[in-house]
């Protein structure tokens, strides 16, 4: 992680509790609290067909249950 990267997580996270204090004082509404927590989500790695099916093998899982971990159907 560099430093740049280091100081907006952590700017990102201070205005997320100030929303979240907001929130909680009834001055942000649900949604707009949702799109402040997206804000902070770290990215998702890129899956490609053969790293699934080496994920898949290796923890011997069948399709429909990694689909099940995975959230997709």
Not at 33 to 42: G, K, R, V
Request: glycine residues 6%; contains cysteine; negative net charge.
């Amino acid at each position: 992680m560099t430093e740049e990267s280091s100081e907006l997580g952590g700017i990102l996270n201070a205005v997320r509790e100030t929303a979240r204090d907001l929130h909680g004082a009834g001055l942000i509404d649900k949604r707009r609290m949702a799109e402040y927590d997206a804000l902070c989500l770290q990215p998702v790695s890129e899956y490609d067909g053969n790293r699934i099916r080496v994920l898949q093998d290796s923890y011997h899982l069948s399709q429909a249950i990694l689909a099940l971990i995975r959230n997709t159907k």
